[in-house]
C-alpha cells in the first residue's frame, strides 16, 4: 500500500495536543440558542426549493443502556427499566411525524442511522413500530438502496434478533466490542465473551449484512501491548469491514462514570502510544488501509474507494459515502444539518417531552453558517477525507487569494512541513503519510474559533 501510514513516535509526541474531532465545523461548542426552531424550518423550506434537493439521512437517537460502561461519555440514561422505552417511542414518533412534515415528497432517504446509548435496548416490536412511522413519514425507497445502520451491543442480541433486524432492514451494523481481553472488560464493567461476539459476526456475515464494523478502544485500564495484540489479532481473525479503534480520553471531572476507573490501571502514556503503533501497523499489515480519524476499512469497502475517487464525507458517525445529503436528527441531543446549519435537539428526556406535546420540533441551538465557516468547513472536510487540498480550486470557487487569507494558518503549518507532516506547494496542500495520524492537529490551524478557546474542552488528537 503506498498510502501506509508512518507512524513516528517523536512526530506525534511533539503534535499529540487537544482538539476537536471535526464531525462537524464549526464545533458543537459553536452551537447558539439564539437559533431557534423558526430558523430550522425557513431553511428546510429553502432547502426543499432547490432545483435538485439533496437527499436525506435520518439519524435516531436511542439513548437507553442496562448497564454503565465505565469509559462512557456517551450521552444515555442507564436503566434496567424497560417500559422506560416505552414512553420515548412514542415521543420518538412525535418528532418524525413533526420533521416528516416538513420535508418535500421528492426528499428521498438514502440512509438511515440507528445510534445511542444502545438502540437494541429496544426490543423488535419497538423497532418495528418506529421504522414504520418513518415509512409513513418520509420518502424511504423499498428498493434495498437505503444504506440502514445500527450500533448493537453484542450483550443484547442473538441470533434470531441478528436476523430480525435483517428482516426490519437493517443491512449495516457495528458491534461495540472495545477488547477481548476479559480483565479489561472487567475494569470497565463491559464483561461480554469472545464466544458470542464470534457467533454474531458469524450470523450477521450468513444474513448478508453489507458491512460489519467492529468498534475497538485502545487506552483502557489493564491494556498493554501484549493484551490488546490478542484483541487485534482476534479481530481481524473476524474479518470485519471496517474497524474502528478510538482513543479513550480518561476526563473523569467532565464523565462521572469515569471516576469508577482506577487510575492507577490505567496504561502510561508511552504504553497508549505503543498500543496505537501496534494498532496502525498490525491492521495496515493485515489488509484495512487507514481512512483517518480512527477509522480502517478493507481495501475493497466503500469508504476506501469513495476516499480515492475524492467522494468521502465526515460527518456526525464518522465517515460516510453519502455526500451532501441533509441530516435529520431525531431523539434527545442529537445534532442534524440542513444546508449550511446546524441543529442540535434538547439534551433531557422531559425536555423533549414537553415541548413535543406543545407540537413543538424540541431544538434547543444551532447555527447558520457564515461564508468564512463554509470555506474553512470545505477545507477541513477535504483535508479529514481526502488528505489533500486543491489551493486552486478552493482560490476559484471563493475568489480567495488562499496565501493571503490564510497567511496565519500558513506560517503555523509552515513548521509543520518542515517536521514533514505535510508538503505545502503553490497549487496543492498534501498531508503526508507521516502527517495522516495528525490530520487534527493540521485542521485546527484552520479553526479560526480554537484561537479564541480553552482547547481542553476537546480530547487529544491522539
Ligand atoms: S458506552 Fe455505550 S453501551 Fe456503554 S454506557 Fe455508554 S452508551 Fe451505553
Redesign the pocket.
Known sequence: MDNRVIFNKEIIRRYDTFGPRYTSYPTAVQFSTDYDVDDYKGWIKVSNEDLIPAPLSLYLHIPF?DT??Y??G?S?V?TKDKSKATHYIELLKQEIKLQGALFANDRKVTQIHWG???PTFLNDKEIYEIIECIRENFQVPADGTVEFGIEV?PRTVDQQRLKNLNNLGFNRISF?VQDFDHCVQKSVN?VQSTQQIKQHIDDARALKYQSINIDLMYGLPNQTVYSFLQTLNTTIELNPDRIAVYNYAHLPEMFKPQRRINEDELPSAEEKLNILQLCVDKLQDAGYAYIGMDHFAKETDSLVKAQREGSLQRNFQGYSTNANCDIIAMGITAIGRIGDNYSQNVRTIDEYENLLNEGIIPIFRGIELEDDDILRREIINQLMCNNKLDIRKIEKKWGIDFKTYFKSSLDNLQKMATDGLLEIEKSNLTITNTGRLLTRSICMQFDRYLQKKNNKQFSRVI
Open positions: 443502556c454503565i460502561c469509559y462512557c456517551c444515555k442507564i445511542g446509548g444502545t451491543d461495540g463491559r
